[in-house]
């Protein structure tokens, strides 16, 4: 609380990103936790709640005639444009803001103070809701060629690994210790992903310290035995996932890559996917140009293209294709690495893991691929996601592109997914705003030492409850075409632009009808008809219940598809930058639409629906209340997620 | 000459076929005076493919050895290979497929000669016209009229018999106006809004020229239509600068002394030969898959077809936010009146009018604003994007309007009771038809041609009941609201449909499109009859794209 100069500033305008003649005059309030802004008269309380955690920046603009501009840049990619009428004020809450924004103990996040109201024991249930050993299990490990290994039990090999590491039985305790030693911060081949159809495996390690010539007997013994570890396989490949030119450079620094002559029956291959700076500088050219103020066609695809970052997503999914392909086509094994095989790495054996096992596309099977590929292996998400305050080169948006990687295969399969998008956005929403302790500090280790389990949540559980919102309608598991490897295109059309996690808070950018929506309203009637019917079907001798029975009917049916239609609209922005003669009519335009949609807003349930579903969304915007960006940022620290205009 | 004169070689077995994502076939390839059929006749189940003549765009031929092998490039965007055994018979091929593809004569064409044998040619012709559109629109009774001056087409050869017109202007006045007017193309009523009876009128730009002459009856006549008090928008397709320039060569635009009721705004739209080339530079884009992503955004973004469907959708919704919103009546004219004019009015009507979002409302409406409105189809047609000759009058507006139509469902997926499939089925169809429907350039010279009792209409028969349902949204929920689409670069996608549709991309779709069929199908079971009156059919199978080309297929 000593961080906050001024909890309280009236007369606030929140001003829309998209259009300015949209704003709302409130009271901003700054808690230990959130910014909170509730709106003058708005008889919904729709009270936009900002965590703390998740700003990323705050901006003071220069003075306008309307008072003081405040930007708070939310690392969701929320921009909320506050202006404040004094210049103390708004330098109060810039300096408060600024602070609360930088935590600079882990102490300070919020994950220790949300508190959902929930006894120990189901807090301790959420923990245990995703078991790793039961995932391995499911791979069909431990079997008679690869056993966990004790050795890393008290993190002294390796502080950045797990526990628990699968390798192969044949390989003794001096090979994994010599072999660790030759890489990167102790980071030895190990067990990601085991192929039980044809035992081929995806392990994962850093980059070797082989500089000009080193060798390590050891780390060769390591790789022969994952080699022959799949006993079906003369070789094995080895994957460095940095371009060439990197990989080279390190070798003068005495780390780099194997050599094919040192060791047996491998074939090395580099993939050019670039650094964590290159990524970091991509997204940021990638959020200029969401952000552009209506920029033309051409402004936006020029701006796409130079960004690269879908260039980036290709190169991604093509080497997330090409190991998939070795293990389920060639059935030979993988070892994937980078530099410290924690972020490349991961993003690699995770999109491939997807394309592998169609049970990586289901819900839980997601969330245990994230913890498995991204938590328990150390992929340092406080440095990356910028938990804490400091190295902001240490900042990069690795686990964003493995989400997008995932997204752009939905988009090539869509039936493919148990998902839909909404639930990766809210994995990252999640894995960025530090309301649960998963995706808190960089190491398993780390996490123990804080004891993160006794005294945060997780996350896995809650979403597993909201899973109805997540699924998609479209999912067929049993065609045959989703079943086994998913063999993508690459071809450069098929990766797109993800609008729904870039623009998620224009919401005039998005379809004003979900089909996806409309979908999930229809099916989950036919299964309650189903469950009438059934029921029907015991009762039926009592026509007192048949006749109840057929009204029910009849009134629900109605009610789905109108849930959907009751799409209150506005005009877009036709205009341009161009001088136009609309100007003066603003005004009427307004209470135009109010009168125009006004009983449409009544009708349409906005407080239930979802916030992502654009339908329940716009209907609030046009009947003049205006809508605020509260999706998940929106938390009410004593009723979990569920923000006052959800309640 | 006679038509199987152009046919040296009629059939060559033993000939290959290859086609994206497909296994190679062998069988018969037989040419005939409208087609190309090849048939695999090894399979007890043999399988044809039949493609219109006149849906090839582009042959390329290359000898290998004493084999050659024919590149067939379709308008509808197929690329097929056939290799042909021995030289002879593939030249000879080659040059009836070169002959015959490229028919001038409208009567030689295949929709004069396609009798389905389910199929009449007696009875009416079309879905509607100008005068049934007058009868229906009750708010155009009290000050508007149907006017038949040019019933033989002399006041303005490209417009049909009938137009709709204010009541107080007599037909003189009008043939004043149209002398004014490019191409004959005066003022005429395009649509009246059902909430205000607003309207959308249309024409072509007055012929003011270097020395501003003005014309009393046009003034007059654009008067009538504001009738007095209020104000009406000029929406002109050029850029003021393109307008002030059209006036050294006899063109122009209303100048504000004359017409002080109308406030005139510009909006630049590229026309003709630019937009051909854009649909040339995207076609090609889309055809390699080895691109690297920037070299495929900076193709996409070169096309410039995007920023076309951008201009079309954004001054479509300018023109609906004057009509529905400000309640102002709306003129929209470029030059011609023929092109971006009928694509801005007649998209304005789908955001504006729940009745053009049917299946049946959209094809009356593409009826009246395109083919009786005078689009000069059989020009802009001629070719599509693999064509090597040289361009003449094509331009895909045509396609450019389906793209945004398609744009437009993708934002509201409840609100079209027509699906994709619709707008993929016009797209070929207006390039290549077994229907008189998209043939010639007007309404004077179908009728030269016998064309309304020659041929079928194709848009009665995608109305029949086993055909339409292929067609239908199977999520269609109408709605009475304009739907205003977003016009952010960030909102509009490229047309996978149709510029994907023969690579894999397309497949999974197809998987996803049957599914949606299957959950409300399952819905419409357990609901009961209650609602099977609804939009839903309880069959239907989705189209494949072949069967698509194979679709009422004539044995011959």
């Not at chain 1, 006004?598 to 407080?607: E, F, I």
């Not at chain 2, 079309?126 to 629109?137: A, M, N, P």
């Not at chain 2, 209020?230 to 003021?240: C, F, N, P, Q, V």
Request: net charge negative; with cysteine.
């Amino acid at each position: 609380m000593e961080h906050i100069r001024m909890p309280k500033v009236e007369h606030v305008r929140l001003v829309d990103r998209s259009s300015s003649r949209r704003t709302q005059v409130g009271t901003l309030y700054l808690t230990a936790t959130h910014t909170i802004f509730v709106g003058k008269g708005s008889e919904d309380r729709n009270d936009l709640w900002v965590l703390h955690s998740l700003v990323c920046n705050v901006v003071k603009h220069k003075a306008s005639q309307s008072g003081y501009p405040l930007l708070i840049i939310c690392k969701n990619f929320q921009v909320i444009r506050f202006i404040i009428p004094q210049e103390s004020d708004c330098h109060d809450v810039y300096i408060s803001l600024s602070r609360l924004s930088r935590p600079e103990k882990y102490e300070e996040l919020y994950c220790f103070s949300f508190n959902p109201n929930v006894d120990k024991a189901e807090r301790e249930h959420s923990w245990d809701f995703l078991d790793l050993k039961a995932e391995y299990s499911r791979m069909g490990l431990p079997n008679k060629l690869w056993h966990v290994n004790p050795i890393n039990r008290e993190y002294r090999v390796c502080d950045t690994y797990p526990a628990d590491l699968f390798v192969p039985k044949s390989v003794t305790l001096p090979v994994i210790v010599g072999s660790s030693k030759f890489r990167s911060r102790g980071r030895f081949p190990t067990l990601s992903y085991y192929c039980k159809e044809n035992h081929a495996t995806i392990c994962r390690s850093s980059q070797p310290l082989s500089g000009f010539s080193a060798r390590c007997l050891e780390d060769e013994q390591m790789l022969q035995a994952i080699m022959k570890s799949n006993p079906g396989s003369r070789f094995m490949y080895v994957v460095d996932t940095r371009p060439k030119l990197n990989a080279m450079a390190n070798r003068a620094a005495g780390k780099g890559y194997e050599n094919e002559d040192n060791y047996c029956n491998i074939k090395f291959q580099f993939i050019g996917i670039e650094n964590i700076h290159v990524m970091r500088n991509s997204q940021q050219k990638l959020i200029e140009v969401s952000a552009l103020h209506s920029p033309s066609m051409g402004e936006f695809l020029t701006g796409l293209e130079n960004s690269d970052w879908l260039r980036h997503i290709k190169s991604i999914m093509e080497a997330g294709l090409f190991i998939s392909k070795a293990v389920a086509e060639e059935g030979v094994s993988v070892l994937v690495h980078c530099s410290d095989g924690w972020d490349r790495t991961a993003q690699v054996c995770s999109v491939a893991s997807v394309l592998l096992d169609p049970y990586y596309r289901t819900l839980k099977g997601l969330m245990v691929l994230i913890e498995k590929d991204w938590v328990s292996f150390g992929h340092m998400f406080s440095h990356r996601c910028g938990h804490l305050i400091g190295e902001a080169k240490e900042v990069s948006p690795v686990i964003d592109q493995f989400l997008e990687c995932v997204w752009q295969l939905m988009e090539q399969f869509p039936c493919a997914f148990e998902y839909n998008e909404k639930f990766l956005i809210s994995i990252h929403i999640h894995i960025y705003s530090c309301h649960y302790g998963n995706f808190i500090c960089n190491s398993q280790k780390e996490r123990k030492d804080l004891c993160i389990k006794e005294k945060a949540h997780s996350v896995w559980l809650h979403l597993w409850e909201k899973k109805l919102d997540f699924m998609n309608p479209l999912f067929k598991p049993d065609q045959s075409q989703n079943q086994g490897l998913l063999r993508p295109s690459t071809a450069p059309y098929c990766f797109k632009y993800w609008r729904r996690l870039y623009n998620r808070f224009d919401r005039e950018l998005h379809p004003r009808q979900s089909e996806l929506d409309c979908l999930m309203t229809v099916k989950e009637e036919t299964q309650k008809l189903e469950e009438e019917l059934a029921l029907y079907e015991q009762v039926k001798c009592q026509i007192f219940n048949f006749h109840l029975h057929k009204v029910f009917l009849f009134n629900f049916s109605d009610h789905v598809f109108s849930a959907y239609t009751s799409l209150a609209n506005t005009p877009q922005d036709y205009i341009g930058g161009a001088p136009n003669v609309f100007t003066l009519q603003q005004g009427e335009r307004e209470s135009a639409e109010l009168c125009l949609f006004g009983d449409q807003t009544k009708s349409s349930d906005a407080d239930n629906s979802d916030q992502e579903s654009g339908v329940a969304d716009f209907s609030s915007h046009s009947s003049g209340e205006e809508s605020l960006p509260s999706e998940d940022s929106v938390k009410d620290p004593d009723s979990d997620e569920t923000g006052p205009n959800r309640a | 000459m006679e038509l199987s004169e152009h046919i040296k070689t009629a059939n060559v077995e033993d000939v290959t076929l290859r086609r994206p994502f497909h296994p190679a076939l062998r069988g018969t390839l037989c040419v005939t005076s409208h087609h190309l059929l090849f048939s695999d006749r090894k399979d007890e189940a043999s399988w044809q493919l039949l493609i219109l003549l006149k849906n090839i765009d582009a042959i390329e031929k290359r000898a290998v050895g004493s084999s050659g092998t024919i590149t067939i490039k379709c308008k509808d965007l197929l690329v097929l290979q056939l290799e042909i055994p021995g030289m002879e018979e593939c030249l000879n091929i080659a040059s009836s497929i070169e002959a015959l593809s490229s028919l001038e004569s409208v009567t030689e064409m295949y929709p004069f000669f396609y009798r389905p044998s389910h199929l009449t040619l007696n009875g009416p012709w079309g879905l509607s016209s100008t005068e049934q559109y007058y009868k229906q629109t009750e708010r155009l009774w009290d000050r508007w009229r149907v006017s038949t001056l040019n019933s033989d087409y002399s006041v303005c050869p490209s417009y049909p018999s009938a137009v709709i017109m204010p009541r107080e202007v007599d037909d003189d006045k009008l043939i004043r106006s149209a002398r004014f007017r490019q191409g004959g193309r005066f003022p005429v009523l395009s649509y009246c809004h059902h909430r205000n009876g607003m309207v959308i009128m249309r024409s072509s730009q007055p012929l003011t020229g270097a020395n501003k002459k003005r014309c009393k009856e046009d003034e007059l006549l654009l008067q009538a239509v504001i009738d007095g008090s209020e104000l009406g928008y000029i929406i002109d397709l050029r850029s003021a600068q393109q307008a002030q320039q059209a006036r050294m060569t006899g063109g122009g635009f209303e100048s504000k002394s004359f017409y002080s009721h109308w406030k005139r705004i510009h909006r630049h739209h590229e026309r003709g030969k630019v937009v051909q080339e854009s649909l040339i530079k995207l076609v090609e884009a889309c055809s390699d898959p080895s691109h690297s992503v920037d070299r495929w955004l900076s193709k996409l973004e070169n096309s410039k077809w995007l920023s076309h469907v951008h201009s079309a959708l954004s001054t479509a919704g300018l023109v609906v936010e004057c009509v529905e919103r400000d309640g102002h009546s709306v003129l929209v004219h470029g030059s011609e009146g023929t092109d971006n004019t009928l694509l801005v009015s007649s998209l304005a009507q789908l955001i504006l009018d729940p009745a053009s979002r049917t299946v049946t409302g959209f094809l009356c409406l593409l009826e009246r604003e395109w083919i009786q409105a005078g689009h000069p189809f059989q020009q802009r047609c001629a070719h599509s994007a693999y064509s090597h000759a040289r361009l003449k009058q094509e331009c895909p507006i045509f396609l450019l309007l389906l793209d945004c139509v398609w744009q437009v469902w993708r934002q509201f997926p409840l609100a079209l009771e027509f699906s994709e499939a619709l707008l993929l089925r016009l797209a070929q169809e207006v390039y290549a038809s077994n229907y008189g429907t998209f043939l010639c350039n007007s309404e004077q010279e179908r009728c030269a041609a016998g064309v309304k009792e020659n041929t079928h209409c194709l848009f009665q028969s995608l109305l029949r009941p086993d055909i339409e349902e292929q067609y239908l949204n199977p999520l269609y929920e109408p709605t009475d609201l304009a739907i205003w689409p977003s016009v952010h670069p960030q909102s509009l996608q490229l047309w996978t449909g149709l510029f994907l549709r023969w690579t894999e991309y397309a497949q999974n779709m197809e998987e996803a499109r049957e599914e949606v069929w299957s959950i409300v199908k399952e819905h419409h079971e357990q609901a009961g009859p209650d609602r099977t009156n609804n939009t839903l059919s309880t069959h239907c199978d989705t189209l494949t794209p072949f069967e698509n080309l194979m679709d009422e297929l004539t044995i011959l």
